[in-house]
């Protein structure tokens, strides 16, 4: 066996590692998902903490502020709104850091120890028996959540030019997977536990807690005992940064969209870096408030019930991963900036077919386009910011970019919540789906870039 040979099959395997391993921590992960408004409506009745309730004025305050209906569904759909919001904010501070931190110490130390931060959130879950453990199992989770760009970075170290899109399209059905069925897997969990809330018992956050508890745990094994290290000591950064300035420049929006922590690229590359910083904001900006007043919408124009909705989320989850796993891996190398123009070719009209949807048909016609435009986009971006930088500022480029994404994700949503509120669901998904335009013709810019180890 040659040495070309003994490389590939080396990188297959870590390539599937990483994969098994972020769908183990997805499925804990998305779990909680259909079972946040159980948990909601269950501190409600049993918070002693004065907290929830602060939390649920404030909630309903910035709902008559956009013009939301006040009942208890909506109330309660707005709260885990706003603790979305949140928990991506976190993200957003913490992401760059842990990129940073793994360029220096290694992928394999950062990716355990965002891991055990995640377990340390799952403990705190399961004896959250008031909404202040609630609310810390929130933040200490959106915080550690940096295994994702951690583990986009271990794919750049392993992968080259030719490789590296079919790589990132297994980070995207991962996604997919852990996105389709860990909400299946909470849906059972609050069928189960929501016969309880009314009562003393803690089977409603219990039981689900303690099973992304054991993922987790798992997780952690799985990786301490089978994953390699991907990026040699003698590619790592010297140090984490330059002292305080560094640090700022990981955390301060401005420096984070000009990409002020990255030393070493040249201007053309820097351009290109921010340009695709810029599309991949912009489109998470409108896609991920598109994305959550979607529930909003088949509530009140279509009248979905929770099953029809559980159901319209299994199909958008299958039909990702089936675009991502028959189209995606199969493009051939530098085709991103491509597909990445022709998925937002494809959600413009999806966006606004699922906005002016009369029927479940057109919906799901709607859906299905919205479908190949979230499958390709950013997995697209994703390879090509991952062309980008030295191999010592790897994780700090990915950090970067999954930090632009939580940002995006901690305003969209609300931003698009008080449209579709104070103007109607047609007028929502027509500016949104419209306004897609703006990253695709920014995209029209971007010159793709070969790796160096093409």
């Not at 904010?89 to 110490?105: C, W």
């Not at 028996?129 to 392993?158: C, E, P, Q, W």
């Not at 490789?163 to 991962?174: C, D, E, N, P």
């Not at 699922?354 to 016609?365: D, E, K, N, R, T």
Request: net charge positive; aromatic share 12%; proline share 3%.
């Amino acid at each position: 066996m040659n040495a070309a040979t003994v490389e590939k099959e080396c990188q297959k395997r870590t390539l599937m590692v990483l994969f098994a391993s972020l769908i183990i921590d997805l499925l804990g992960f998305t779990v909680i998902l259909p079972l946040m408004p159980s948990l909601l409506e269950y501190y409600h009745q049993h918070d002693k903490s004065g907290i929830y309730q602060w939390m649920l004025e404030r909630s309903t305050e910035f709902g008559s502020l956009i013009g939301a209906p006040h009942n208890d569904r909506f109330d309660l759909v707005l709260l885990g709104g706003i603790l979305g919001a949140l928990f991506s904010f976190l993200q957003y501070l913490s992401s760059p850091i842990l990129g940073a931190l793994s360029d220096v110490y290694g992928r394999r130390q950062l990716l355990l120890a965002t891991m055990i931060g995640t377990l340390i959130s799952y403990v705190v879950w399961a004896i959250s028996y008031d909404f202040s453990a609630f609310l810390m199992f929130r933040i200490i989770g959106g915080l550690s959540k940096g295994n994702v760009g951690i583990v986009i970075a271990s794919v750049t170290d392993v992968t080259n030019h030719q490789s590296r899109s079919k790589g990132m399209a297994l980070v995207g059905i991962a996604f997919s997977l852990g996105f389709t069925f860990g909400p299946l897997i909470g849906a059972m969990f609050s069928i189960w536990g929501s016969k309880d809330i009314s009562g003393d018992s803690y089977t409603i956050f219990q039981y689900p807690a303690i099973f992304s508890l054991l993922l987790s745990l798992l997780d952690i094994i799985f990786i301490a005992l089978i994953f390699k290290e991907t990026l040699s000591e003698s590619n790592r950064a010297q140090s984490f940064g330059k002292g305080i300035k560094g640090a700022v420049h990981l955390i301060n929006p401005i420096s984070i969209f000009r990409f002020d922590a990255i030393s070493r690229i040249n201007a053309p590359d820097l351009n290109n870096l921010r340009l695709l910083g810029a599309v991949y904001f912009l489109y998470l900006f409108l896609f991920s408030g598109l994305e959550y007043s979607l529930s909003f919408l088949v509530h009140q124009r279509h009248h979905y019930t929770s099953m029809q909705q559980g159901k319209m989320y299994l199909f958008i989850g299958v039909a990702m991963a089936l675009v991502q796993g028959a189209y995606v891996r199969r493009l051939p190398p530098g085709s991103e900036k491509k597909t990445a123009i022709l998925g937002m070719c494809a959600i413009i009209p999806g966006m606004l077919t699922v906005g002016f949807s009369s029927s479940s048909y057109m919906l799901y016609f709607g859906l299905l386009l919205y479908c190949i435009g979230a499958a390709t986009v950013v997995t697209s971006i994703t390879t090509l910011t991952s062309n980008y930088g030295e191999g010592d500022e790897k994780g700090k480029i990915t950090g970067i970019v999954r930090s632009l994404g939580a940002l995006a994700r901690s305003f969209g949503p609300l931003l698009t919540c008080g449209v579709f509120w104070q103007y109607g669901a047609c007028v929502c998904y027509l500016t949104g789906g419209l306004l897609f335009a703006v990253p695709l013709l920014l995209m029209l810019f971007i010159a793709p870039k070969e790796d160096k180890s093409a």
